[in-house]
């Protein structure tokens, strides 16, 4: 066997096509080949060859049935994709790995493939990162295990606190509490509340805030909890225009355990114009309205 | 009876009836016509009569008597004090006869006697020797004094300086341990939320620990079933009754070559 990839390559790819003399196709000899031809490429640093032979290999697999060893293949040459820069492929080839992990009757791989490509494309791509996210998400909560989302909701969640899209991010913050509240995590769905609260308070929008705060509060875990204080706190203390309480709260220590993100948005509390609030308190109801 | 009897007899009856004896009593009463002088006499013998009695209770054995005879003495006392204005006043006066140096003295004399009245002992004044043990409440103790002698102005609830320094002390010591007190209780929260989140992972890890479980002995069993197979397969290969036959087999076809080769020769 000739130690140089490219002429395995060559042959692999020979072995592949059909023509008169060859019938079938010798995927088990080519997928050999191609994998050994991506060691070679990747040990002489030409990764874009050696891409392209993972890519190959992994076909080679799924013409073979083996969607584990395809998908191991794909996840390779996303990494390659990854270094080289080129995102699309980087998430074509991660979402294929899932399905074929999918195919495999195995969640947790699956999403992990999406996960791992959201992060590399966090930074270049954030809607795609957070669609990946979601979808990543989705497969985890399908197979039921809700508790290996808590970080993929936090780190979507955290993207779009990058984007600056607040509702979004209290959305994603309030999904991660259902998933919280199915498996009895009663801490992470309170500290997932409370975080909701800042990023709609953050956002100047009190009135969802307190909405917010209010559908919570019929939460009994969220009600007997330190972030429940925490939020009530903060809350009036909005409602009177008392700058020195919400930096206060801001650096409780109930605060400090959420997410850095989550942090840093309540230490530059109160943003907006904390008066305005107080000239809300007059519009309540009149006490004699009896309707 | 004898003379001195006698004698001892009218001795007692005389004096009994001196007080009838005009000329004796004139006598012994030179001073007949001064008011202050009867007055004053009067004190005089009042006096020695409590002293007496004074005198008397300090001896008394009976408790009850002791207190009723004290009480004697004090109501004399009292009488005695209610008095001395009206013999102050008499002292002043002029009366015949009388050199302006007996007047200062009586003045004298007057003032000394409240001094004499309340030096008169009844029981409640000296140390505790006086009362006796059951007793203890009228005693005033002479360890316990109020300075203050009951006036309450402004300067009594004046703070002095080691009161003031002392209430700085309290001040900063207790602001001492609400900092100390504030420093635990942060410690505590990031404690807890430590311990809550490592309960959540562990509660995460369970399942998977499970699966791992199940997918071991899923390995195991079928590791053993392999085990045992190639064994079985490994044994027969080796079994000797194989290996008899291919002997016996092989002689046969030696043979049938060795009769072959006979016959062609």
Known sequence: MSSDPEKMMSKADKMTKLTLTRWSADWRGATELYEQAANGFRASSKYERAKVALEKASQGQVMQSSPWDAAKHMESAAALAQK???????????R???????????????SDALGKAARALEEVKPEDAIQLYTDACEILEEDGRDQMAFDLYRACASVYIKLEKFTDAATFFLRLGVAADKCDATNSQCKAYLSAIIVYLYGHDLKQAEKCYNDCSQIDAFLKSDQNRTASRLLTAYNEGDIEEIKKVACSSTVSNLDHAIIKLARKLPTGDVTAVQMNAGDDLDEDDLT | MTVIDILTRVDSICKKYDKYDVDKQREANVSGDDAFARLYGAFETQIETALEKAELVTKEKNRASAVAMNAEIRRTKVRLSEEVPKLQRL?????????????????????????RIEAIPDGTAGGPKATSAWAPSTASRPDIKFDSDGRFDDDYFQESHESSQFRQEYE??????EQGLDMISEGLDALKNMASDMNEELDRQVPLMDEIDSKVDRATSDLKNTNVRLKDTVNQLRSSRNFCIDIVLLCIVLGIAAYLYNVLK
């Open chain 1, 84 to 94: 080289l820069s080129i995102w699309d492929e980087v998430a074509d080839f991660y």
């Open chain 1, 96 to 110: 294929k790995a899932s399905e074929l992990y999918v195919e495999c009757g195995r969640a947790q791989p699956a």
């Open chain 2, 91 to 115: 002292a002043v006066k002029r009366v015949k006869g009388l050199t302006t140096e007996e007047l200062a003295a009586r003045n004298d004399l007057v003032l000394a006697l409240p001094a």
């Open chain 2, 172 to 177: 900063m010591r207790k602001i001492k341990q």
